[in-house]
């Protein structure tokens, strides 16, 4: 079936830390990739999408690469703020349905 | 612009009572949906609705009931209470099923069953 997995947090970083979440991902076809952020007492926003393969999504400074020959969404930032600090998720959609299938998130804490 | 309301934000019930969990959009998506997260566990697809009288069961629906008589809204009813409901739910809309839309969520309703 379709899965998704990312990596386990939280994570703690210092303000202007590389910031690297990794997401790789289980599915049949083509499926479209996300990233989206949850930000304390909020509910879920769009960071990022890819919709194929050598696609690379970004916005606010993040980027993520869709590889297809190794199953991957990771999720980049160059010089973490500590307004970043959130709740990420990775996910993917290939129902005609359009539900999304969601990793468990990675917790983000950004030190100043 | 409101994009999906849900409301209460937060709610305490008893086990055995039972609540509706309403959610409304103003972007006229036809499509619709529930999930729960339940901490460390990402979201999980309780209903989903693709058009008003139009709905079906995701991947955790039991003790979970939805109907969809508009295109705004799309509420979730609890019947009978019990803790393992106890976790923060949020409702979402998309414009089309179609894969590569985005999904907007409402707030959240988080919900504790004692």
């Known amino acids: 079936g379709n899965s998704v997995t990312q990596m386990e947090g939280p994570v703690t970083l210092s303000e202007e830390a590389f910031l690297t979440i990794n997401c790789t991902y289980t599915a049949t076809g083509y499926p479209s990739l996300f990233w989206y952020v949850q930000y304390p007492g909020e509910g879920l926003q769009l960071l990022l999408k890819?919709?194929?393969?050598?696609d690379k999504g970004s916005n606010k400074g993040f980027e993520a690469t869709y590889r297809k020959e190794t199953t991957s969404f990771h999720l980049e930032k160059g010089s973490v703020q500590v307004s970043d600090s959130a709740v990420y998720f990775c996910?993917?959609?290939?129902?005609?349905?359009?539900?999304?299938?969601f990793g468990k998130g990675t917790k983000l804490s950004v030190k100043p | 612009n409101a994009g999906v309301t849900q409301t209460p934000k937060f709610r305490i019930l008893k086990i055995g009572q039972s609540m509706t969990l309403q959610c409304t959009q103003d972007?006229?998506?036809?499509?619709m949906y529930w999930y729960r997260q339940d901490p460390g566990m990402g979201l999980k697809l309780i209903y989903y609705?693709?058009?008003?009288?139009?709905?079906d069961k995701g991947e955790v629906p039991n003790g979970y009931n939805v109907s969809r008589s508009t295109t705004e809204d799309f509420p979730l009813r609890l019947e009978l209470a019990a803790p393992s409901q106890t976790s923060v739910y949020f409702c979402a809309s998309t414009p089309q099923g179609e894969g590569r839309a985005e999904a907007f969520f409402g707030q959240g309703t988080r919900l504790t069953v004692v």
């Open positions: 996910a993917l959609n290939r129902g005609s349905q359009g539900n999304l299938i």
């Open positions: 609705s693709v058009g008003a009288g139009i709905t």
């Open positions: 972007m006229n998506h036809n499509y």
């Open positions: 890819a919709t194929k393969a050598d």
